[in-house]
């Protein structure tokens, strides 16, 4: 229900824009009342960001799914290189008319903006704990999310300007190694 309510709202948003759908309207191409819609929605921006619903734990998992004596870092940092060679569309790294129609409809509206931080927050904080949960571990879960999202941002930025997907490619391969090594310097407990 939750994915076929986000995929309704969200062809609706990008049809005629976020600011433009009330919420009424969404439950109504739904199928649902507008209370059952809350129930699974607390705001309408969620019905947007549902589509990172599994990945906001994931670098979480991750590390702790990691092999017997991989460090987290190289865990992270694999994992990473592995998404941006799939074009993951959390990398950045993907050229698919609708990720790119997605995107703007998330960077392009203010609230969603603002809710996307939330998400990252709770991201970070799912990485902390699974780093240990001290300080030094919320701070290099703040580093490690931060380098991500960067990342990301450097891939949208240049497929949204026209650049081909598959001449970005090895150039984000770099930067993230380079990302990650920089990290590592920095982050010795966890690299």
Known sequence: MHQEVSDIAIALFLERGFEKVSVAEVAAAAG??????FRYFAAKEDLVLH???DHETEAARVVAARADGESP????????LAAL???DPVTG???DPRVLAFHR????????????HAYLERSEAALADALGGDLDARLAAGQIVAVQRLLAQENWRRITG????????PQARAAAERAFRQLAAGLSRYA
């Open 105 to 116: 409809l998330l960077y392009g509206t203010p609230s969603l903006v603002a809710r996307l």
């Open 93 to 95: 790294l993907n050229s």
């Open 32 to 37: 649902i009342s507008k209370p059952t819609l």
């Open 51 to 53: 589509r990172f619903a």
């Open 162 to 169: 026209g650049e081909d997907v598959e001449a970005v490619r």
């Open 85 to 87: 060679d799939g074009s």
């Open 73 to 80: 870092l190289g865990a992270l940092r694999g994992h990473f």
